[in-house]
């Protein structure tokens, strides 16, 4: 336990983030950095780019609900404190994706309209499965579902658009890598506390291992959809960054996305989490369920 106290501490907390990686930075960015002229002159890398965040705020506005739902049914008082430093984390998350929605020119007045015209259903029902349990004050599914299956979906898509925009939109790569810090220690928080639970609760793991199969259906229709919306955005974007941004590639998890169909982009992310959940999954004693694998809307 004297690992997890240090690890996981509001002191580790303060060091690590807001006096680490966070300083000097505004909304997660470098001082200054703006949205490059593409993504707000072309309609379609623009349309392309708020549907993108769109789906940020939503994932990030049910883990901010997750993580602060899940502090008064937290069992000893270290996952407590974890939990409120997570809790300002998705905060931030966020408001720097909104953020992002306003300098994309999402005028306040229309943030609400703009997230439900673009919000994508499956995503919707992906955070009613975690937040039931929320609501439930289940905390062993609720830390599973929400450290381990989302946090564990939003690392690799933040991985991924990272490695896309790291040549093209500098502003938004720098933002991305925060979260991904931020998730790695969220993920890392899963593992090492729920297994013990796990172990202590055997007769729970039907139950969680049927969410987490319930969860990740609705994860990979999410994908199946927002691939599937990319065709015409995928070869705008090769107009307009391929030849200067691309030079050498974009490798992520040994494919190059430069060059990847917006399918095969799918399936390389989709293979990624998938890989990534059993392993996760593994560790602190539940088997992955494999849902049916849909198809995009």
């Known amino acids: 336990m004297s690992n997890f106290l ?27 950095e703006k949205e490059p002229d593409f993504n707000l002159d072309n309609d379609i890398m623009r349309e392309d780019a708020l549907r993108t965040t769109t789906q940020l ?32 984390d998705e905060a931030r998350h966020v408001e720097i994706f909104t953020q992002r929605m306003y300098d ?18 499956n995503l919707v029902k992906f955070a009613e499965v975690l937040l039931e349990k929320v609501d439930k004050k289940d905390f062993i599914a609720g830390v599973v579902g929400q450290n381990i299956v989302l946090e564990g979906m939003a690392f690799s898509v933040f991985e991924m658009l990272k490695a896309v925009n790291e040549n093209s939109n500098k502003k938004f790569a720098h933002v991305l890598a925060g979260t991904i810090a931020d ?23 039907p139950e969680i291992e049927q969410m987490q199969k319930d969860m990740t259906y609705h994860m990979l ?16 974007a090769r107009k307009i960054t391929g030849a200067d ?20 982009m799918e399936n390389v992310l989709a293979d990624t989490v998938l890989k ?7 560790r602190i004693g539940l088997d992955y369920q494999s849902p049916a694998r849909p198809k995009a809307a």
């Open 6 to 32: 240090s690890a996981y501490s509001i002191q580790s907390w303060l060091e690590s983030c807001p006096q680490g990686y966070l300083m000097d930075t505004e909304y997660g960015h470098e001082p200054g």
């Open 57 to 88: 705020v939503l994932g990030e506005r049910c883990a901010l609900a997750a993580s602060s739902g899940l502090i008064n049914c937290a069992p000893d008082y270290e996952s407590k404190h974890f939990l409120a430093t997570q809790t300002l």
């Open 104 to 121: 994309l020119g999402v005028k306040k007045e229309d943030l609400e309209s703009t997230l439900t015209h673009y919000g994508n259903a």
């Open 183 to 205: 998730e790695r220690r969220h993920v890392g928080f899963g593992e090492n506390r729920i297994g013990s639970l796990i172990t202590q609760y055997p007769e729970r793991k």
């Open 221 to 236: 229709a999410t994908f199946a959809d927002a691939f599937s919306e990319r065709e015409e955005t995928y070869e705008e």
């Open 245 to 264: 941004a691309n030079d050498e590639g974009v490798i992520w998890h040994g494919a190059d996305l430069s060059v990847l169909e917006p399918k095969d």
């Open 276 to 282: 990534e959940f059993k392993t996760r999954l593994g």
